[in-house]
């Protein structure tokens, strides 16, 4: 809304075009996703604490994380309201990628919110049937597939790039992209919301990505950096910065109520949403496997559930002490932060190896 309102007032004052500028929206979206978090977090903590919608925390898991019982959740709606507010105010509305990614990361949410008010508020433990659950987001995830496809208007769109590769473009038929794309999008969402189980883990790993993923759309929207990186170029799809940086904002702000030790969790809501957000950004600008790469912290917490499932069900023998994988390395004695840390500590070595795909092709 405000960039309509910058480009009447340019009429007057030609001082009020730099607000054009991708990078100068890009960085007062943050900003303003940062500081509307702050500014809603201790109100909104407050509330889930007057109405006691608080952390249920396994008997069987790590005991350090008994005292954490209570601690305010459904956190995540911080983030979302922080986002959608900042995207509202600082991107041009008329763009479809804009759209596609607000309504996606507000479907995941509203799945997410759904399941934590069963557990948190009616007290139903298992919350949304996994059926249902799987169900929901299966719908989010083929909508936004189906979008992204029915509104493209080049071949870049809808082709699968390799990193490291010049020319590897591989074009995908409509059922080819659409699963494609619904795989990204869904696997991505509940690979962060595993990997949702200590203070932190997840949102900073989220902001990094988010971040490296920005810089893919800049440069995937702006033809002469495109052509020189040899990366596809979309029209328009660099206005995906600014919803990008309303997530590092928002994730920033959630992170200094949610660092050691939490005020508040982000819940199913928030971890859901966050990550449909980068599963979609990823499909927009083309970037699948590298966000694969960049998100290696939730490739490795997903597999390591998978694994333990599987080798427990084959086998009657778990491979690690408690998955996901973080629980493992506590039980093995590692105090949470520790365990945070490192994690975040691979996420960023990460996040460099996915940008310096964009040089080494």
Known sequence: MLLYLTEYLAKHHSGFHVFQYLTLRGILAAMTALAMALFIG???????????????????????????????????????????????????????????????????????????????????????????????QSAGGLGAAFALHHWHVSAAETSLYVPF??????????????????????????AVN??????????????????????????????????????????????????????????????????????????DIGALAIGASLGTIAVIVRQEIVLAVMGGVFVLETVSVMLQVGSYKLTGKRLFRMAPIHHHFELKGWVEPKVIVRFWIISFVLVLAGLATLKIR
């Open 42 to 136: 201790p109100g909104m903590i407050a509330m889930l604490s007057r109405y006691q919608i608080g952390q249920r925390v396994r008997s069987d898991g790590p005991q350090s994380h008994l005292p954490k019982a209570g601690t305010p959740t459904m956190g995540g709606g911080l983030i979302l309201v922080s986002m959608v507010l900042g995207t509202l105010l600082w991107a041009d509305l008329s763009s479809r990628f804009i759209w596609i990614l607000l309504l996606t990361t507000l479907a995941f949410g509203l799945v997410g919110f759904y399941d934590d008010y069963l557990k948190l508020v009616v007290g139903n433990s298992r919350g949304l049937a996994p059926r249902y659950k799987f169900l929901a």
């Open 165 to 190: 590769f010049k020319t590897v473009a591989v074009p995908m038929s409509t059922a080819v992209f659409v699963a494609f794309a619904y795989f990204v999008i869904v696997g991505t969402s509940n």
């Open 194 to 267: 595993l990997t949702d189980g200590l203070d932190g883990l997840a949102i900073m790993p989220a902001v990094m990505v988010a971040a490296a993923l920005g810089v893919f759309a800049y440069a995937t929207g702006n033809i002469k950096f495109a052509t020189y990186l040899q990366i596809p170029y979309i029209p328009g799809v660099g206005e995906v910065l600014i919803f990008s940086a309303t997530l590092v904002g928002a994730g920033l702000g959630f992170l200094w109520f949610n660092s050691y030790p939490a005020q508040v969790f982000m819940g």
